[in-house]
């Protein structure tokens, strides 16, 4: 079982509380022309970015990632963080005449989200490169939405290279072109999305799921409160979801999802076993403010497992 490399955003999160509904503020008749303001009750500041996110839960879970990205001159104390939770930050490249970027999140009573974002130091993530690497040991890499550029270099450079990735496009679909989307879905080995994200990937790509797991072991389909969709070539299940003891914040849950999906992987674990690890990990995000704020031993993980599907 080798390593995992994480490519993606490294950010810090600005997260706001909205204590009403978006919905009971905007004008559907209007929308043409929105101009919208929302007092909101509370903001904290965490650590976030969609690489850091996963590999911090894959730490958790007994795991040694590393990370490919760019921060800003304001990444040091949150990189020496990642360092003492058994983070590989060595290939974080730090551009110190920028920040780190910054993404703003208000959420409102029923968990949607509106979201703004600065990408500072992320925009020379395409400089980077896989073949500037050592690549010994790194058994799967997963790209996770950062700038589209760099998202379509990765591909393009784990399938020239012959290493096994998982796709991750999410927010980044809309700034993908449909070439470079459908190229990076079909060299992969693992492609994953929410509910929204695959309908818009569907549209903007023309792939059937047939077509889509002619050329990937595993489609992932993430749908909220109604759980996952894995399939494989001959099997779809569908995965419930684990019963948090609190929802605090919905921030990184899809992040720490795709952890426990990971080390289900690694482990060579069934569909639905995979689905269930996810769940687990995503869980436990979900009672917290902020992507990175949870933690939780091995033994404390085996006993939500056991709590919501029996057995590990």
């Not at 590999?55 to 800003?72: C, F, N, Q, R, V």
């Not at 995979?274 to 990175?292: D, I, L, P, Q």
Request: proline fraction near 4%; hydrophobic fraction near 35%.
């Amino acid at each position: 079982m080798g390593k995992v490399l994480v490519c993606g955003s490294i950010a810090y999160d600005n997260i706001m509380d909205f204590p009403g509904l978006f919905k009971e503020q905007i004008l559907p008749d209007k929308i043409h022309s929105l101009n919208v303001s929302f007092l909101v009750k509370s903001m904290k500041r965490v650590k976030g970015g969609t690489a850091p996110n996963i590999a911090y839960s894959l730490s958790l879970l007994g795991e040694k990632p590393m990370i490919l990205g760019t921060a800003g001159k304001d990444f040091y104390e949150y990189r020496d963080w990642l360092d003492k939770n058994g983070v590989d930050t060595s290939h974080i490249k730090i551009a110190e005449d920028d920040y780190t970027a910054t993404c703003y999140i208000t959420t409102d009573n029923v968990n949607n989200q509106i979201t703004g974002f600065y990408p500072g130091a992320m925009a020379l993530d395409p400089q980077l490169s896989l073949k500037d690497m050592d690549l010994t040991g790194i058994s799967l890499v997963i790209i996770a939405p950062t700038e589209p550029e760099a998202m379509t270099k990765w591909t393009t450079e784990c399938q020239q290279l012959g290493i096994s990735y998982i796709y991750d496009p999410g927010m980044q679909i809309p700034r993908l072109s449909p070439k470079d989307l459908k190229d990076g879905i079909l060299g992969a080995k693992i492609a994953i999305f929410n509910e929204y994200e695959y309908d818009l990937m569907k549209e903007k790509t023309g792939l059937s799921k047939d077509q889509i797991l002619g050329s990937v072991d595993i489609l992932i389909v993430t749908m909220g409160e109604k759980g996952s969709l894995i399939s494989g070539r001959n099997q779809m299940v569908q995965v419930s979801v684990a019963k948090p003891k609190r929802v605090v914040d919905p921030t990184g849950a899809g992040d720490a999802f795709r952890a426990g999906l990971i080390k289900g992987y690694l482990e060579g674990s069934s569909l639905e076993k995979m689905g269930r690890y996810a769940s687990v990990s995503a869980v436990f995000a979900v009672e917290h403010k902020g992507a990175t704020e949870h933690h939780y031993t091995i033994d404390e993980y085996k006993a939500r497992y056991k709590e919501n599907y029996g057995e590990v």
